[in-house]
């Protein structure tokens, strides 16, 4: 477990070596040390999670060195190993290393690859930092660092104006979620004078009682941040714009690791959340809204990437929905199943998109199960995964975990587990559209390249992983394996069913694997049997067919709200105040140069002249004094 | 013979150093100004002369000696001058050497 420092650092390493030396080395170079410092690190975490699941105790710290120590706030480079963070980092650098060896033949034909690669390092450097860190500044660190890297992957190709577009979009709305949380860390300091994770878990409970004001501002404030980086409502906007980067990013950053962020600093400072029981019930009523809204708007696009770009966001949706109402280790486990299954989906998008030559519009897809095989099963395993196709896909086993426990939960209620079945409906239904639009029906664009084995690898190995990591935690009725939850127990609390319960659970996960199945169905009648039905659809409800596609009409509210008169103010401005001060001065100066350029004629009398009226004035000076 | 005052000594040359300083300050004729510079250096010349005789001391006319060392040095730097002055411009008028103005 001393090995643990290695596993940010390794990444960081190839970053540095990929910026320095990047554009010398060879194009086999470039992806062997960007992957391999990548595949270095999921090897170490594969020994150091070894060595510390045998040992038996609940957490480790690792301090690399003392950062800050001033004014009473004192915060270390540390790294706080637990079972949370060790199942992060296991996402993360094994999901990054696929993705990784996918991006190696992916964008090979690009003139940035070295670029890419030390941006993609760089990323999962901060990613591991910002899980791995016991204090809530190097935290911050970790979250501002994957934040830059976004802004840089989404802006990867620049040349592009509407990628730079996209790519300051998600900066700068993720940046209001980072602020609140800025807030939120200096509150608590404010009151517990140390940003120690850890300090403050075990202070905050003799500190503050239960639904106590400060508590909830703190709470409140971090399910900002979190709102921001994992992409829920109000902040969701910047998600499907960027979409506009490369399929790797997509498939690291927006779906895996980066908008799971807020999930991870929910669940790490659960005890302030539990503090504030209204913080959990918004962060419970966020994430039903989110998934609701996600999915419905998710109906409605034809661009591949937009689809799964709103599925994710409903996706987290149900995370939060989690997260709200007690069910910490349902949470996560629908976050690591996530994390295989959309990085697999994302993945296989761009290799359907490569090899149609950059074609989006699965409308103007089709017929592609036989041209790409491997892709149309993986693909396949993925999006049943997503839809939550019962019994044989690892994401029925999560999503119905979530489901049970937000109805017979200690803080579950019907409403919430109405809301997620309806999503479960919609999930089903937009997910099989996808699969039907762009793999069943007549070929409308010929396939112009196979992907070959460094993008066929890593899906069939994502594509096991979305289906067996679910068995891992099977559900009270059915074997009742619970592994995964058991391994978090020393970390995040465990919920409990409420009474009487117990003997519906067979009901509620009939209900949830027919509406599931239903969803399969109902995709199947509207895109594969009858495809004019949805046409008709289409046209019968235009307007809201309209509002759906635009997600619910955000980017016009905030056009309203934010940007339109902030362009009204910087034009009344454009003169800019502020600089008229110092043009001022500068016209002052030259009115005066003006005067006493006047006395510079030239002419040696006149120079004379001034000496002598000088010096007469130097005497009368001196006579009178 | 009568006592010179000391104070009507000064005073003529005083009279002697304006009359120098308004000739510089009037004659366009750069060797005008040369010649009006040197009655302002025999004007205080002068005064250090009548300052010496009041005290007796030797000092006045030493000082005297000076001056009019420097002086010649002086004519001579400016005459040199003149000389350029005139291979440049062509003419003896000062106003003509008025490139710094503005």
């Not at chain 2, 000076?66 to 003419?91: D, N, P, R, W």
Request: proline share 3%.
């Amino acid at each position: 477990m001393n090995l643990l420092w290695l596993i940010p650092t390794l990444p960081f390493i190839g970053a540095f070596v990929l910026v320095l030396f990047g554009s010398r080395l060879s194009k086999t170079m470039v992806p062997l040390i960007g992957a391999g410092s990548v595949g270095l690190s999921a090897l170490v975490t594969l020994l150091v999670g070894v060595d510390f699941i045998s040992s038996s105790s609940p957490s480790f710290d690792y301090v690399a060195w003392q950062w800050l120590d001033v004014a009473g706030l004192s915060s270390a480079f540390a790294f706080h190993l637990d079972a949370l963070s060790l199942i992060f980092i296991f996402v993360i650098t094994f999901v990054g290393f696929l993705i990784h060896i996918y991006s190696a033949e992916f964008m090979v034909d690009d003139d940035g690859y070295p670029r890419f690669f030390a941006y993609l390092n760089l990323f999962v450097c901060s990613m591991l930092i910002l899980v791995l860190a016991n204090n809530l500044v190097l935290m911050y660190l970790g979250w501002e660092g994957v934040g830059l890297c976004s802004y840089l992957l989404i802006g990867f190709w620049y040349g592009e104006e509407k990628n730079g577009y996209a790519a300051r979009k998600a900066f700068i709305v993720t940046r209001v979620g980072d602020t609140a949380m800025a807030f939120g860390l200096f509150m608590l300091f404010q009151n517990f004078h140390t940003l120690n994770i850890q300090e403050i878990a075990a202070k905050a409970p003799q500190l503050f009682s239960v639904g106590s004001d400060t508590v909830l501002i703190i709470a409140l404030l971090l399910l900002g941040g979190a709102v921001g980086k994992s992409a829920q409502l109000p902040l969701q906007t910047w998600l499907p714009d960027a979409m506009a980067g490369p399929s790797p990013v997509s498939a690291l950053i927006h779906a895996a690791t980066m908008v799971t962020a807020g999930v991870y600093l929910i669940a790490r400072t659960h005890v302030i959340f539990e503090l504030a029981p209204v913080a959990l019930m918004v962060v419970g009523i966020i994430g039903a809204a989110t998934l609701v809204v996600a999915g419905f708007a998710a109906l409605t696009q034809f661009d591949l990437k937009r689809v799964l770009a709103y599925s994710t966001i409903s996706q987290i949706g149900y995370m939060f929905l989690a997260l709200g109402v007690g069910a910490w280790s349902a949470a996560i486990f629908h976050f690591m199943i996530h994390a295989f299954f959309k990085a697999l989906l994302f993945l296989s998008a761009g290799a359907v998109i490569m090899a149609l030559h950059h074609e989006h519009d699965m409308f103007k897809m089709g017929g592609l199960k036989k041209k790409l095989p491997v892709i149309y099963w993986t693909f396949l395993i993925g999006a049943s995964s997503l839809a939550a196709l019962p019994l044989i896909t690892g994401g029925f086993y999560s999503k119905d975990q979530i489901l049970w426990l937000t109805l017979s939960g200690e803080n579950g209620n019907i409403w919430f587990f109405l809301v997620a079945l309806l999503g479960a409906f919609v999930t089903s239904i937009y997910t099989f559209r996808m699969v039907y639009l762009t793999f069943f029906g007549k070929e409308k664009t010929h396939v112009h390249h196979v992907p070959g084995k460094l993008i066929n690898t890593p899906l069939i190995i994502l594509a096991g992983l979305s289906t067996l990591a679910g068995f891992i935690e099977l559900p009270h009725n059915f074997f009742h394996l619970t592994v995964f939850s058991d391994f978090l127990k020393p970390v995040l609390p465990s919920i409990a069913v409420q009474e009487g319960f117990e003997s519906i659970e067979y009901m509620v996960q009939m209900i949830a694997a027919g509406v599931s199945v239903s969803g399969v169905y109902v995709a199947y009648i509207f895109y594969i049997v009858k495809p004019e039905l949805s046409d008709q659809l289409k046209s019968s409800a235009a307007d809201l067919h309209q509002f759906w596609f635009s997600g619910w009409g955000f980017d016009r509210l905030y056009n309203f709200l934010f940007v339109r008169p902030f362009v009204y103010l910087s034009s009344i401005n454009k003169s800019d105040v502020v600089d008229q001060l110092y043009a001022g001065l500068v016209a002052l100066a030259e009115f005066f140069h003006k005067i006493f350029s006047f006395t510079q004629s030239g002419v040696l009398r006149w120079y004379i002249m001034g000496i002598v009226i000088g010096g007469i004035l130097l005497l009368t000076l001196g006579l009178i004094s | 013979m009568n006592e010179i005052q000391i104070t009507q000594g000064l005073l003529l040359a005083g009279t002697l150093f304006m009359l120098g300083l308004i000739g510089v300050l009037i004659r366009r004729n750069i060797i005008f100004m040369l010649v009006c510079v040197e009655i302002m250096l025999n004007a205080a010349g002068l005064a250090f002369i009548v300052a010496g005789s009041k005290w007796a001391q030797p000092d006045g006319q030493v000082m005297f000696i000076f001056i009019l060392t420097m002086a010649a040095a002086e004519v001579s730097v400016g005459l040199a001058l003149i000389l350029q002055i005139h291979h440049q411009l062509k003419t003896l008028d000062s106003d003509a050497a008025s490139e710094m103005k503005g």
